[in-house]
C-alpha cells in the first residue's frame, strides 16, 4: 500500500458499481477511484459516476494495465 497520496499518483483501488448475482449475470461498470491516506487510516474516493440503479460498490485492487497485459500472456503460454 502507499504511504502518500500526491496529486497524480495511481490510485490504489478501482471502484466499481455491481449489479445482478454470479458470474454470467452481474453487470461491472467502472464508477471511480481510491487511495489510500498517507496514515491509511482512510479512503479519498473519487466517482465519476453516481449510480442510480440498486446494486453494490466494490472496491478492487488498482491493476496497472502493462501487468494485466502480462498476467494474460502468462496464462497463455501455460
Do not use: C
Amino acid at each position: 500500500m502507499t504511504k502518500e497520496t500526491k496529486k497524480g499518483k495511481r490510485p490504489t483501488y478501482e471502484i466499481f458499481h455491481v449489479t445482478g448475482e454470479g458470474d454470467e449475470k452481474a453487470r461491472w461498470v467502472k464508477v471511480g477511484a481510491a487511495w489510500i491516506n498517507k496514515n491509511e487510516d482512510y479512503l479519498f474516493i473519487d466517482l465519476k459516476y453516481l449510480p442510480l440503479e440498486k446494486g453494490r460498490l466494490v472496491g478492487q485492487k488498482y491493476k496497472p494495465k502493462d501487468d494485466q497485459k502480462e498476467s494474460s500472456k502468462e496464462e497463455a503460454q501455460s
